[in-house]
């Protein structure tokens, strides 16, 4: 992986999607919340399992991501799967639309995150990977593992 941020604050990680979906290219955008869901967020109770993100009429959406109520929220509380808009530059928008236009490419969310006190999201270009694709990458991180286990049992020799 790479370095993390210092300065990054990590909410919720979708696990699964770099095991279903081969990682074209990552974006980083914002999110418009309101308060309660700020709160929660700072709590960690986020879901990104089965979240989305889509380019409707020029501005990026994220869809069915779950953010829990907050709890001394009372009513103000909005609807935990509402759509969330993402904030990108225009050009990022632009040049998004034309790859998702190719077939087989999708904007999903990899990670939620506080940077520098700002809600953020990193959305990554995916392309669904089929069962056998998946069998390699398990086949190959398992292959890793066990170099690594030699490697350390030579060292301690």
């Known amino acids: 992986m790479a370095s993390q941020d210092p300065d ?29 869901e700020v709160k929660s967020l700072r709590a960690g109770k986020a879901n990104l399992s089965d979240s989305y993100a889509m380019i409707r009429r020029g501005e990026a959406w994220l869809m069915n991501c779950h953010i829990s109520p907050y709890d001394k929220a009372g009513r103000d509380n909005p609807d935990p799967r ?8 225009r050009n990022e928008l632009g040049r998004l639309q034309g790859k998702l236009a190719e077939k087989g490419l999708t904007l999903i969310p990899l990670q939620l995150y506080f940077k520098n006190g700002r809600a953020k999201a990193q959305l990554g270009l995916a392309r669904g990977k089929r069962r056998y694709d998946k069998r390699q990458t398990i086949r190959k991180r398992e292959e890793d593992r066990e170099i690594k286990r030699v490697v350390r049992a030579r060292g301690r020799s």
């Open 82 to 89: 509402r759509e969330r808009k993402l904030l990108l530059h």
């Open 8 to 36: 990054k604050q990590l909410i919720a990680s979708n696990r699964r999607a770099r095991y279903d979906y081969e990682i074209v290219d990552t974006f980083e955008a914002g999110i418009v919340l309101v308060g309660p």
